[in-house]
C-alpha cells in the first residue's frame, strides 16, 4: 500500500496504522504536526539542504545576517561561502571576537563565521555588494488542509509515519509496537543524516572544519 500523497490521506494513514478509531481528525493532525517537529529538530537529510545567496547591501556592511529574518524556512546552518573566496571555517564565538580585535592578523578576506542567536557573523566581513552563499537546512512546513505534501512526505514518509505515532505513543499505555517504532525511527534517522556525508556538490564535498573552542 502506498503512502499517501493528501493531508486527509495522512490523517487516515496514521489512524489505522496506529489502529485506534477514538482519536478524531483534529486529535490525529496533532500528532502529524508534532512528528513533523520532532523531524524538523532531528533530522539534517540531504533532501532538506537549501541554498540562499544574500547580496552585502551598503546599509547591512559589517552588520550580523538575521537568519530567521533573512530565510524564512531556515532550520539549521550547513554551511557558508562567500563567492570569489569559497567555505569559510566555523570559529567558537570567542575566538571570533578575539580575530576581530586583531586587524593586522587577516587581508581583509572573510575566514570565519559563527551564529549566535540566529545572527550569522563574519570575519573579516564581506565587502559590499559581496555574495554570501548560506547553505541549510530547510524548516519543513507541517501538513494541512491546504499543504497536502511536504519534503518529509515525499523523501522521508516511514519517518513521518513513526515521528507522529510516536506522538501518540503518550496516549497509548502498554502498547508493545511502541519501542519497535522507535527502534526504527532511530535507525531511519541515522540512515537519513548519514547519508549527507555522501552527497557532494560538484567533484568536492562539503565540509566544515571546526576552529577554536566552544
Known sequence: ???????????????????????????????????????????????????????????DHEQPIDLVMTIPDFNKIRLVAVQGIGSLDVAAL???????????????????????????FIWPWPAENAVVDIYYY???????????????????????????????AAYMVEDERIPVWESKYAAGVIVANGNVSKIKMGSTPLKRQITGLS
Do not use: C
Open 1 to 59: 500500500m502506498a503512502f499517501p500523497t493528501t493531508f486527509s490521506g495522512w490523517i487516515s494513514y496514521i489512524r489505522n496504522w496506529i489502529g485506534a478509531d477514538e482519536y478524531s481528525d483534529a486529535q490525529i493532525g496533532q500528532f502529524l504536526d508534532l512528528g513533523t517537529t520532532r523531524l524538523n529538530n532531528d533530522l539534517a537529510s540531504y533532501p532538506m539542504e537549501k541554498l540562499f545567496h544574500h547580496t552585502i547591501l551598503a546599509p
Open 94 to 120: 570567542n575566538e571570533y571576537v578575539d580575530k576581530a580585535q586583531d586587524l593586522n592578523h587577516t587581508d581583509y578576506t572573510p575566514q570565519l563565521y559563527n551564529i549566535d542567536h540566529g545572527q550569522l
Open 138 to 168: 530547510e524548516m519543513v512546513p507541517p501538513l494541512s488542509p491546504t499543504v497536502n505534501a511536504n519534503t518529509f512526505s515525499r523523501k522521508h514518509p516511514d519517518l513521518l509515519l513513526h515521528a507522529a505515532s510516536l506522538e501518540a
